[in-house]
Structure formats: C-alpha cells, structure tokens
C-alpha cells in the first residue's frame, strides 16, 4: 500500500508560478515512476509528466518548457514545477504511483493522492 499526499496548490495570476509537492508513504518509493495528472472540470484525467526511479522524465508537449518534474528518493517526494502558468492551467492536480503500461495512461497507475487544486486567474 502506498499513501500519497499532494499539496502546494493555490491561486496564482496568469505568468505565475507553483511548485507542487507529492509525498509518498509505504512501499518503497524510489522503486516507482511517478507521475503527475490533472482534471480540469468536465475534461478527462490528463498526463503531464512522469519520472523514472533513476530521473528519467516524460512530459507532455502541453507542458513542455513551462513545467519540470523531479524527485527526492531521500524524502520520498516528487514535485512538480509550474512556470508561466495559464487560465487554461486550471485543475485539480495529482500525482500517482505507476504499476504497468504506458506511463501516459491514467489506467496505468494505481495509486493515486486526493488532489491539489490550481487555480490561474487571467
């Protein structure tokens, strides 16, 4: 069983920035790949971005250059850097444990946090 807690969501003008932070609890951590999501209301689950035990990365062309994904293995955390953020950036964030499958595939993690909410307001 692994226990995810996101936080460090907020509102913010449009051209801000957040970091999101991810801590995990349980198995082992740096074990997995982690990666991030989003729903904005009305729209499926989103891939952002994950990361490899080792720091591999995968981002999303949307959030290519704008955010960064990494991770502390010591803390058991991952974070997510949002940088020149959007009102189109709204959404309830998430991180997730990846089991198997596609890293892109939300059906392809089974552990998931409660969630942040992002808001950007233009």
């Known amino acids: 069983q692994v226990q995810l807690v996101e936080s460090g969501g907020g509102l913010v003008q449009a051209g801000g920035s957040l970091r999101l932070s991810c801590a995990a609890s349980g198995r082992t951590f740096s074990s997995y790949l982690m990666g991030w999501f989003r729903q904005a209301p009305g729209k499926e689950r989103e891939f952002l971005l994950a990361?490899?035990?080792?720091?591999?990365?995968y981002y999303a062309d949307s959030v290519k250059g704008r955010f960064t994904i990494s991770r502390d293995n010591a803390k058991n955390t991952v974070y997510l850097q949002m940088n020149s953020l959007k009102p189109e950036d709204t959404a309830v964030y998430y991180c997730?444990?990846?089991?198997?499958?596609?890293?892109?595939?939300?059906?392809?993690?089974?552990?998931w946090g409660q969630g942040t909410q992002v808001t950007v307001s233009s």
């Open positions: 990361i490899s035990y080792s720091g591999h990365t």
């Open positions: 997730a444990v990846h089991n198997s499958g596609y890293y892109y595939s939300p059906r392809s993690y089974n552990y």
